[in-house]
Structures are given as C-alpha cells and as structure tokens.
C-alpha cells in the first residue's frame, strides 16, 4: 500500500524543472536566496523516496526543526538518526528507509496525525515523533487541515481571518494547549503500542507534572516517559542554521543524539 502524499499548505515554488527522478529542489521559508538545496521526494516531503522492500523503515514527523529548515539533509538531525540505527544494525544506509514528514510550522496535531495516518497504511520499524509548540493547532476546514499559530493571524486573507475567528478560541487557552499536547501523545502512543511500533518521542517544549492542572495529571501519567525526552532549551541555540533563526548543524547533532540515547535506553 503507498503513503500519502504531503497535503499541507507549505507547497514551496519549484526552482528547477522535475528531472528523471522523482525529486525536485527548491527555495522555502527563510531561506528564500536558495542557499540550500531542499529536495523533495514524490510525495512531496523531503528526502528520499519511500522504499517497501528497505531493512528497516523510519518514520519521522515534527516542525522546521524536523524538517531541517536551513541545514542541508545530511545534517539534519533525522538524517543522523538514521546513520545511528544503521550503524547499530550493521545495515548499509541505504537500507534504512527515512520517512520525514516533517511540515514547516507543524503543530502537535498534525505531527501525530501525518504520522497515524501514514503507518495505518505501511507499517514502520520505528516511529520518532518529535512534539512542537503548544501554541501551534490545527483546524479542519471542510476536507482541509489548516495549521494555526500566532503567526497566521498577520499573514491570513482578512476574509479567511473572519471565517475562522469563531475556531480561535477553542487555541488560545494554555489549559486548552497542554489538553492537546497530551492528547496527541497519548493518541500516538496508544496506537503505537496496539501495533507494536517501537517509538522515542521528543519535546521542544517539555510539560511537567506541576504544569497540569489536578484533571490533567492522571492522562499525564499515562505517558510513556521511557520513550520520551525534553530537548533543553539551549539545544537549539548552540548554532544557528543559514537563515538565522533555526538550529544549525551542531544542534541538529545534539538531538539526534538525545533521541539516539533514549532509544536506546528503551529498546537496548
């Protein structure tokens, strides 16, 4: 069965003709000068195609920062991930299928969504989820998912801006974000686990038990903590990508390697 293809609102313009082959560079977010060269896969998300018959599959999901916003692929913190999981299974790279769906401006609703949706139809080996702002959501408007944030309210057609001002609401609370954090995780995990999907779970912005309030902590504490890790603030201001503003290669090393370590410490 095939995956989905990328159905979100980040469709970057094509800045060199599709060749032979299925991927196809181009110029997004920041990094609009084109000083780095993002390919995308048939699918549309970036990096290699999906292959069924590959040793091992890898499912990734997250935001920019998953995405590798202004680092080139190799130096993206999936893609090490990937060279870690190869390494420890004496496979060649190219035997271990990496599948980022990541979205600029993901919102922790898209990420576990993209990421059930895609392994209900082709089961992976491994899924890492890497969890986002709070403050990022998603609403559905008829057959499409619009990602929202405190961004979109500037950038919005003040017509689209009308028609959803009723939804907003329902994303501005900080009860309501961390409702939908755990939701999400607890959803993802969840399913997972009913399909035997070993899974690390990462968090840009880490909730604490004393953040909840007393409803929230029994869901809390359904989480899978053994499988999850905060990435420390810091982490991703160690260096900066091109544009400026996103992490750079070094940070990307460093959560790969947090990601790495919890794996480990889960599934040995």
Known sequence: M????YR????????EPEG???HRSVAIGRDDASTKV??????GYRG????PEASLKLFVCGCSNTFGLGVELEESWPFLFKQKLAQQRGLPESSVNLMNFAEIGASNDYISRTLIEQSARVRPDLIVAAFTYWNRFELLDRAQSVGYGP??????DPDDLTKRAKYLLLG???SQEKI????????LQYFCQSKDIPFVFLFVQPLARSDLFAALAPLFEEADLASSTSIAPYILTVDRAVDGTHPGPRAHGLVAEAAWRTFCVRYG
């Open 2 to 5: 095939d995956l989905h293809p």
């Open 8 to 15: 979100g609102r980040w469709r970057p313009d094509i800045t």
């Open 20 to 22: 032979s082959d299925t």
């Open 38 to 43: 993002y390919r995308l896969n048939s699918l």
């Open 48 to 51: 290699e195609e999906f292959d």
């Open 151 to 156: 961004w979109r309210v500037e950038q919005d």
């Open 172 to 174: 501005t609370d900080t």
């Open 180 to 187: 939908r954090l755990i939701r999400n995780v607890l959803l």
